[in-house]
């Protein structure tokens, strides 16, 4: 159920002298594509979140490493965001044992990219590995299949633990989110005040779909604004949430400056607000579908390398479109419905500021018209 692109690509790029990052949040699945591209006999897997590998590439010298990676031919280093001075230390690999293909994971951006990336300049392939899609499922196991599994998916999300083991998604969604998802944030900077990011990551969850203003969730975590702007680029470097900016350009009340933050999986949004009931319970319903599709569309884009710059639209007289896309000289707004016989139409402002954009309305039936285009 991996992404077949990704391994493929992994696949053409090994041996050509450089490393190759792979990045995502813990327990979407990194190690589990490695595995199926390398055997064992192959490859020597060195743990960073375990001490002894932190030590061994604390007093990292070429040699050392010569005689600890022996005749192995591919080094995986997981979790490679823990080892101190990480980008120097690939650098070294690359550079005085070319015969060797690095392979590097991460689950913090804020730690890993942002030191390799000087030091591993030209030296590198970087990709993304999300939690499981709607598209890799339909290959699995197909369309109509999927689709019926919308609902659930709704609820508990696509990480694999939780897709592989029906009947426990409750269970393993809360451990995923009290053991693993932020143990890279609060471990960054010795983070004093956990229950804060817990109420900056519920208030976060309870206003998907809403724009977000710092200044409120300061005063719902009981944070000061530039301390949850800081809180909230962790989460997103972290793989937790990403932000969605404000379009504007012909109408001077066209918001300029505000962003709303959708969760890459809508479990881990559940899980955080402790609210497991399905669909037809729902008050939130039309956000837990916005976060659904909005996040599947991310992927769709990322998986197909396809560039787009995507935007939400709001006027100071709350007039809104969901999804704005550009690409190829191409505007197309979208709006998100769970309803599919909801009778949806731009907002006049909209159409008359903007009269060559497309519009469409994506609901559960057109989902993957949507995903597919």
């Not at 015969?99 to 913090?108: E, P, Y």
């Not at 598209?135 to 599994?149: I, Q």
């Amino acid at each position: 159920m991996i992404p077949r692109i990704i391994q493929k690509s992994i696949q053409e790029r090994l041996f050509q002298g450089k490393a190759i990052l792979l990045m995502g949040a813990r327990q979407v699945g990194k190690t589990t594509l490695l595995k199926q591209l390398f055997r064992d006999d192959d490859a020597l897997w060195l743990n960073a979140d375990e001490l002894d590998v932190q030590a061994l590439f604390a007093q990292a010298t070429s040699t050392r490493l010569k005689s600890v990676f022996g005749n192995k031919k591919i080094v995986v280093i997981d979790e490679a965001q823990r080892i101190a001075d990480v980008g120097l230390k690939l650098k070294l690999i690359i550079d005085e044992i070319p015969d060797v293909q690095l392979v590097a994971t991460g689950s913090s951006s804020f730690e890993l990219a942002n030191r390799v990336n000087e030091p591993l300049t030209g030296r590198k392939w970087e990709y993304k590995l999300f939690p499981l899609s709607f598209g890799e499922m339909v290959a699995h196991h197909g369309l109509l299949e999927e689709k019926r599994l919308i609902p659930q998916r709704l609820v508990y999300g696509y990480y694999p633990d939780v897709v592989c083991h029906p009947g426990s998604e409750r269970e393993r969604l809360v451990e995923l989110t009290s053991s693993y998802l932020f143990k890279d944030i609060l471990a960054w900077e010795r983070l004093r005040k956990p229950e804060c990011l817990v109420k900056l990551l519920q208030a976060l969850a309870f206003q998907v779909g809403s724009e977000v203003s710092f200044r409120e969730l300061g005063e719902m975590a009981s944070l000061d604004s530039k301390t949850i702007e800081k809180y909230v680029v962790l989460l997103e470097q972290c793989h937790v949430v990403f932000r969605l900016g404000s379009f504007h350009r012909n109408l001077r009340n066209e918001l300029k400056s505000s962003r709303k933050f959708y969760f890459y999986d809508n479990g881990i949004r559940n899980a955080l607000i402790a609210n497991f009931n399905g669909p037809e319970l729902r008050q939130d319903v039309g956000a837990l579908w916005e976060n659904f599709v909005a996040s599947e569309r991310i992927k769709a884009l990322h998986y197909r390398m396809l560039h787009r710059n995507c935007w939400f639209w709001r006027t100071a007289a709350q007039k809104e479109v969901d999804w704005l896309e550009e690409g190829d000289g191409r505007l197309t707004a979208s709006e998100f419905k769970w309803n599919p016989r909801k009778t949806v139409k731009l907002p006049a402002a909209f159409s008359a500021a903007y009269p060559d954009a497309a519009f469409r309305v994506v609901h559960p039936d057109n989902l993957e018209d949507f995903l597919e285009r």
